[in-house]
């Protein structure tokens, strides 16, 4: 079961005839996939799904994929921690970067403006991160120490440095299954 905000109300239409509407108020982002893909296709199909993540040592419902990092976390997968096969090995979706600038549509301007400012004396929080300016002895933006990685991209991508999931197609890839388009989720 999710947690998000439902309403349930009856259209009346022209003819008389009366309908049952199921609205979900979803936020955008990364849980809009998980939503989409948890209010389509048949309940086999889910339990299937959440089986096989479960197997790849991952959970998921309606709102994210979580894994327990080595240190005993629970991270966001593939934000904070890369996903893992039926084997337990992560390994980074293929074509995850180049097809997430085609399909992410997040707003993160004004983030990484605030997080990319020059500060000298403030601290940048990317996710679980934490990155001083001042304590690299950096002048600009704050960076991740020795990667290249700025602490504004650390927020958007996360520690993995993978983009959050845009699609439902970016689910079936982090459980390396074949996308199906929602006609076709019935088991």
């Given amino acids: ?31 809009w996939p998980y939503a989409v893909v948890g209010w389509t296709g048949s309940k086999q199909y889910l339990r299937f799904m959440r089986q096989h993540a479960l197997n790849c040592g991952m959970f998921t419902n309606s709102h994210a994929t979580l894994r327990t990092t080595p ?44 997080l990319s400012a020059p500060c000298t004396t403030a601290v940048a929080s990317a996710g679980n991160i934490v990155v001083s300016a001042a ?20 927020a958007r991508y996360g520690s ?9 197609r970016d689910i079936c890839d982090l459980f390396r299954m074949p996308y199906r388009p929602p006609r076709e989720r019935n088991a």
């Fill in 1 to 31: 079961m999710d947690r998000y905000d439902h309403m349930w109300c009856i259209w009346v239409t022209a003819g008389g005839r009366r309908r049952r509407l199921d609205v979900m108020l979803v936020p955008y982002g990364p849980q």
């Fill in 71 to 114: 240190g005993g976390a629970v991270a966001i997968v593939p934000h904070e921690a890369l996903p893992t096969d039926s084997s337990g090995r992560e390994f980074e979706p293929p074509d995850w970067q180049r097809r997430g600038a085609e399909e992410q549509r997040t707003d993160l301007p004004a983030c990484e403006a605030l």
């Fill in 135 to 154: 304590a690299a002895g950096a002048t600009g933006p704050p960076s991740l120490a020795g990667t290249g990685t700025t602490a504004a991209a650390a």
């Fill in 160 to 168: 993995t440095g993978l983009r959050p999931v845009a699609s439902e």
